[in-house]
């Protein structure tokens, strides 16, 4: 039933680097004996940790036009990089059949994600089909999208009419030689920043816009970018670098805690707290004191939330992952292409999730002493 196979290690030419055990269930019959009567199961659905399930992020695609040193290090994703070959890419409608299923068993946010996200051809066709799902309750499902920035200037508008409401653009510094050295193809911030106004001037509300804070490299730009943004409406967020996937060369050193974050933009601009706004958001949020805006800062390392988690993750092959550090994907393009009905999908999914136990960032000490564990790389499967 469990077919393992390792894309792991590095040939003479470039292989992808995600060490995935893809899991195949690609049998009818067996799949059917575990799946839960999904129809009878109360939404929404709970894992084993009691958590439901809310959020599905989508990836569009594995490839992007930059190579930041914590994501997609040039080193490794380099010319020769085998990325995924068009006929492995599940298709919009595809995407958007999957999204329904999940849509079905109470997902509420889908967030469009990749890679770059921009870089997928008529992304907006499917903005727009997937703008138009309804939760089960008859409710809007809250869609949003997060780009590095770089097509969003002359993309904003058609985003906007294809009907996504809110966007999360990254940007690391708005200093451009420590910009363009951590997006590692010299990408200039200020075409970020006319995206980040064009994405302003469309309607998108809110416009959030995460920087990842890596110690030594742009921890001198926290200020900075708290300075720019402050009463203009945008929200930043300092995200603390992470350990995905397993070639950024992550260490405990670079990480720069939320708390020291938070210090140094209090000393000069006072913070008040104001907490998560839901359980399962990934920020914690405080606003200036003198009503200049707010900011967030996502500690994953640090103050690590899995106990709220409520996110699964499909990649841009149809791989679903229950959590951002997972070594397997579960296989449902394979199922949807030979035929199953959108009932065998909503108990395959639903079958996954509860069986689900992750929380890798409350035991990630153990893991990084004890294993050298094996993750997708988070281009594979977004943020
Ligand atoms: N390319 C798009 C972008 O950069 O916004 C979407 C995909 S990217 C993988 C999604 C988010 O993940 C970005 O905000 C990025 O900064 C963040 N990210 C990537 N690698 C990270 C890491 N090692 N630690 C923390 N955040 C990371
Ligand atoms: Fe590309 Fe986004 Fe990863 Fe940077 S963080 S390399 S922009 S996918
Ligand atoms: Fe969710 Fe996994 Fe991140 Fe924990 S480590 S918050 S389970 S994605």
Request: include cysteine.
């Given at each position: 039933?469990?077919?393992?196979?390792?894309?792991?290690?590095?040939?003479?030419?470039?292989?992808?680097?995600?060490p995935?055990?893809?899991?195949?269930?690609?049998d009818?019959?067996?799949?059917?004996?575990?799946?839960?009567?999904?129809?009878?199961?109360?939404?929404?659905?709970?894992?084993?940790?009691?958590?439901?399930?809310?959020?599905?992020?989508?990836?569009?695609?594995?490839?992007?036009?930059?190579?930041?040193?914590?994501?997609?290090?040039?080193?490794?994703?380099?010319?020769?990089?085998?990325?995924?070959?068009?006929?492995?890419?599940?298709?919009?409608e595809?995407?958007?059949?999957?999204?329904?299923?999940?849509?079905?068993?109470g997902?509420?946010?889908?967030?469009?994600?990749?890679?770059?996200?921009?870089?997928?051809?008529?992304?907006e066709?499917?903005?727009?089909?997937?703008?138009?799902?309804?939760?089960?309750?008859?409710?809007?499902?809250?869609?949003?999208?997060?780009?590095?920035?770089?097509?969003?200037?002359?993309k904003?508008?058609?985003?906007?009419?294809?009907?996504?409401?809110?966007?999360?653009?990254?940007?690391?510094?708005?200093?451009?030689?420590?910009?363009?050295?951590?997006?590692?193809?010299?990408?200039?911030?200020?075409?970020?920043?006319?995206?980040?106004?064009?994405?302003?001037?469309?309607?998108?509300?809110?416009?959030?816009?995460?920087?990842?804070?890596?110690?030594?490299?742009?921890?001198?730009?926290?200020?900075?970018?708290?300075?720019?943004?402050?009463?203009?409406?945008?929200?930043?967020?300092?995200?603390?670098?992470?350990?995905?996937?397993?070639?950024?060369?992550w260490?405990?050193e670079?990480?720069?805690?939320?708390?020291?974050?938070?210090?140094?933009?209090?000393?000069?601009?006072?913070?008040?707290?104001?907490?998560?706004?839901?359980?399962?958001?990934?920020?914690?949020?405080?606003?200036?004191?003198?009503?200049?805006?707010?900011?967030?800062?996502?500690?994953?390392?640090?103050?690590?939330?899995?106990?709220?988690?409520?996110?699964?993750?499909?990649?841009?092959?149809?791989?679903?992952?229950?959590?951002?550090?997972?070594?397997?994907?579960?296989?449902?393009?394979?199922?949807?292409?030979?035929?199953?009905?959108?009932?065998?999908?909503?108990?395959?999914?639903?079958?996954?999730?509860?069986?689900?136990?992750?929380?890798?960032?409350?035991?990630?000490?153990?893991?990084?002493?004890?294993?050298?564990?094996?993750?997708?790389?988070?281009?594979?499967?977004?943020?």
């Amino acid at each position: 039933m469990f077919d393992a196979k390792s894309g792991s290690g590095f040939g003479a030419k470039q292989q992808r680097v995600f060490p995935l055990v893809e899991v195949s269930v690609a049998d009818s019959a067996e799949r059917a004996f575990r799946a839960p009567d999904v129809t009878a199961a109360e939404l929404p659905l709970q894992d084993t940790r009691l958590r439901p399930l809310r959020d599905l992020r989508i990836s569009v695609t594995d490839r992007c036009n930059f190579r930041c040193v914590y994501c997609m290090p040039k080193e490794v994703f380099g010319k020769d990089y085998a990325f995924l070959p068009r006929s492995e890419l599940l298709s919009f409608e595809e995407i958007e059949r999957i999204a329904r299923v999940f849509v079905g068993l109470g997902v509420e946010k889908i967030r469009l994600t990749g890679g770059e996200p921009l870089l997928r051809k008529d992304l907006e066709y499917l903005v727009e089909r997937l703008a138009t799902l309804q939760t089960p309750r008859g409710g809007d499902v809250d869609l949003t999208l997060t780009t590095n920035g770089s097509l969003l200037s002359r993309k904003a508008q058609s985003l906007r009419d294809a009907g996504l409401k809110r966007i999360s653009v990254s940007l690391d510094s708005i200093d451009e030689t420590v910009f363009q050295r951590m997006n590692g193809v010299g990408f200039p911030a200020a075409l970020v920043l006319e995206g980040i106004d064009a994405a302003r001037q469309v309607g998108f509300v809110p416009v959030k816009v995460n920087m990842v804070v890596k110690r030594g490299v742009n921890d001198a730009q926290i200020l900075p970018m708290a300075r720019h943004f402050r009463g203009t409406g945008v929200e930043v967020r300092f995200i603390e670098f992470m350990d995905v996937g397993t070639s950024n060369g992550w260490n405990m050193e670079s990480v720069v805690p939320s708390s020291e974050v938070v210090r140094s933009i209090d000393a000069v601009f006072p913070l008040v707290p104001t907490g998560r706004e839901k359980p399962s958001d990934t920020s914690v949020r405080f606003r200036y004191a003198d009503g200049q805006g707010k900011i967030g800062v996502i500690s994953s390392v640090s103050q690590p939330f899995c106990g709220d988690c409520t996110r699964m993750r499909l990649s841009a092959d149809g791989r679903l992952f229950t959590c951002l550090f997972a070594a397997h994907g579960l296989d449902i393009r394979t199922p949807m292409r030979t035929g199953d009905s959108d009932d065998a999908l909503r108990r395959l999914v639903a079958n996954l999730w509860m069986r689900r136990t992750d929380r890798y960032s409350e035991l990630r000490s153990e893991h990084s002493a004890a294993h050298n564990h094996p993750k997708v790389e988070m281009s594979f499967i977004g943020g």
